[in-house]
């Protein structure tokens, strides 16, 4: 079954919380950015679902996806485009029955071709490496190859480069195959978030 996202670009990931989350994510969309997922490990609940939806009315209202790490039940609660999970975020099958048929469900594979390859086959949208670079957020990541972006060509699925990318080194994931760059401190953590995200679009528009 086609995948039910479209094109390519930079997928950015929101870092909070914090105070300015709103007008960071404003500006990220502002700059470029191709596909949101709103990541938030807190538990504070109400805060979680008032800034997921104020982003979701962002998201849309310049046609953007806006995703949820993690949480199907959030996903519901927002209308949300879909969910991420990790291999810790429970069962897809589970998800895709709760989401629905038109629902972005994106898995992180790592560095493992094999889970990618079991996802692929389940109906999911994208399927996430990595990290291929040193990553701030997780420092401690298992490592992924480039080569990896190639050997899963074939999938048939977007495929999402993630970890420590920087404009000055995501052309190579590029070219090896990504068809998003995930990010999340080279966007949200830069002062100049629309310009950061602007820098990660040019990518894509020039190659």
């Given at each position: 079954?086609?995948s039910?996202l479209?094109?390519r670009?930079l997928y950015?990931?929101?870092?909070?919380?914090?105070?300015?989350?709103l007008?960071?994510?404003?500006q990220?969309?502002?700059?470029?950015?191709?596909l949101?997922?709103y990541?938030?490990?807190?538990?504070?609940?109400?805060?979680?679902l008032?800034?997921?939806?104020?982003?979701?009315?962002?998201?849309a209202?310049?046609g953007?996806?806006?995703?949820?790490?993690?949480?199907?039940?959030?996903?519901i609660?927002t209308n949300?485009?879909?969910v991420?999970?990790?291999e810790?975020?429970?069962d897809?099958?589970?998800?895709?029955?709760?989401?629905?048929?038109?629902?972005i469900?994106?898995v992180?594979?790592?560095d493992?071709?094999?889970?990618?390859?079991?996802?692929?086959?389940?109906?999911?949208?994208?399927?996430?490496?990595?990290?291929?670079f040193?990553?701030?957020?997780?420092?401690h990541?298992?490592?992924?190859?480039?080569?990896?972006?190639?050997?899963?060509?074939t999938?048939?699925?977007?495929?999402?480069a993630?970890?420590?990318i920087?404009p000055?080194?995501?052309?190579p994931?590029?070219?090896a195959?990504?068809?998003?760059l995930?990010?999340?401190?080279?966007v949200?953590g830069?002062?100049?978030?629309?310009?950061a995200a602007?820098?990660?679009?040019?990518?894509?528009?020039?190659?």
């Amino acid at each position: 079954m086609p995948s039910r996202l479209q094109g390519r670009g930079l997928y950015v990931i929101t870092d909070g919380p914090r105070p300015n989350l709103l007008e960071a994510v404003a500006q990220a969309l502002a700059g470029g950015a191709r596909l949101l997922q709103y990541r938030d490990k807190t538990a504070d609940h109400d805060r979680r679902l008032a800034e997921a939806r104020a982003i979701r009315a962002l998201c849309a209202a310049r046609g953007i996806p806006m995703i949820v790490n993690d949480d199907v039940q959030l996903a519901i609660a927002t209308n949300a485009a879909g969910v991420h999970l990790g291999e810790d975020d429970g069962d897809v099958a589970a998800a895709r029955e709760a989401l629905g048929t038109d629902a972005i469900l994106g898995v992180s594979c790592y560095d493992s071709l094999e889970r990618a390859r079991r996802f692929a086959a389940m109906d999911v949208d994208y399927v996430a490496f990595g990290t291929f670079f040193p990553s701030p957020t997780k420092p401690h990541a298992r490592r992924a190859p480039f080569e990896l972006l190639r050997q899963s060509a074939t999938l048939g699925v977007p495929r999402v480069a993630i970890g420590g990318i920087t404009p000055d080194n995501g052309q190579p994931l590029i070219d090896a195959g990504a068809d998003y760059l995930a990010v999340i401190s080279a966007v949200f953590g830069d002062p100049d978030v629309r310009g950061a995200a602007a820098r990660f679009a040019q990518l894509f528009t020039t190659h």
